[in-house]
């Protein structure tokens, strides 16, 4: 049960993936730019638009990961509900599902707390400088 479960989560996320790119045409007739995406004035065109810094680059992972996490955590909810319908009374499997249930809302508070723990490491290593 537990394999098909990750196999189906697998299959999921390998469907919804392309749909997070959002590439952007480039108007016809556009001459290309002379400095790179940051500013430098090398050849080389930077292919990760607006990400100049780590710090940038851990945002653009930060918003990627949230966006992984908030599908796996809806479907989630929806194995933890089917969990409460299929216990069916037995208290063994109540109490299994109630556990389910509690990892899942603290992983969604996690979840929903990551960008603010983001800031806060942020902050700190900016005073530390």
Not at 5 to 24: E, Y
Not at 60 to 81: D, E, H, K, N, S
């Amino acid at each position: 049960m537990k394999k098909s479960l990750w196999i189906g989560i697998g299959a999921l996320l390998a469907l919804v993936q392309p749909l997070s790119v959002a590439a952007q045409p480039t108007p016809p007739n556009t001459p290309p730019p002379t400095t790179g995406s940051c500013g430098s004035s090398v050849g080389l065109t930077n292919p990760l638009n607006g990400v100049c810094s780590l710090s940038d680059f851990l945002k653009a992972i930060l918003a990627g990961v949230v966006q992984i996490g908030t599908i796996i955590l809806i479907m989630m909810l929806v194995y933890v509900g089917f969990l409460f319908v299929a216990a069916r009374g037995n208290a063994e499997k109540l109490q299994s599902a109630k556990s389910a249930l509690v990892w899942t809302v603290i992983g969604g508070l996690i979840l929903l707390g990551a960008t603010s723990i983001q800031l806060v490491i942020e902050g700190t290593v900016n005073s530390l400088r």
